[in-house]
């Protein structure tokens, strides 16, 4: 069985900055993609980003890019979002994401409890 732990969300102005974390335990093996969606009131959950086993190649969504930056700590099993210059827009339930799939695959077996991220005037 394997478990995510996310924790970091929280209320920020818009301008501000979050860092969400995501440590994973159980039998996940190695060579797992790790990454995050979100999930905004009335929409269908997003994809947002993703990193590789190696931490060498990621992947965002457009309105996330340049903004916010995965990695990852694969002595911790953890992976992180860093979100700068969050928007309003921004706003969502954050899920960590873990699986054996592509970084361009679909998203993996385990999912996250979800972490709030509210920015917010």
């Known amino acids: 069985q394997v478990q995510l732990v996310e924790s970091g969300g929280g209320l920020v102005q818009p301008g501000g900055s979050l860092r969400l974390s995501c440590a994973a335990s159980g039998s996940i093996g190695n060579f797992y993609r790790m990454g995050w969606f979100r999930q905004a009131p009335g929409k269908e959950r997003e994809f947002v980003a993703a990193?590789?086993?190696?931490?060498?190649?990621?992947r965002y969504v457009d309105s996330v890019q340049g903004r916010f930056t995965i990695s990852r700590d694969n002595a911790k099993n953890t992976v992180y979002l860093q979100m700068n210059s969050l928007k309003p827009e921004d706003t969502a339930v954050y899920y960590c994401n873990v699986g054996q799939e592509s970084l361009f695959g679909p998203p993996g077996k385990y999912w996250g409890q979800g972490t709030q991220v509210t920015v917010s005037s």
């Open positions: 990193i590789s086993w190696s931490g060498g190649t990621t």
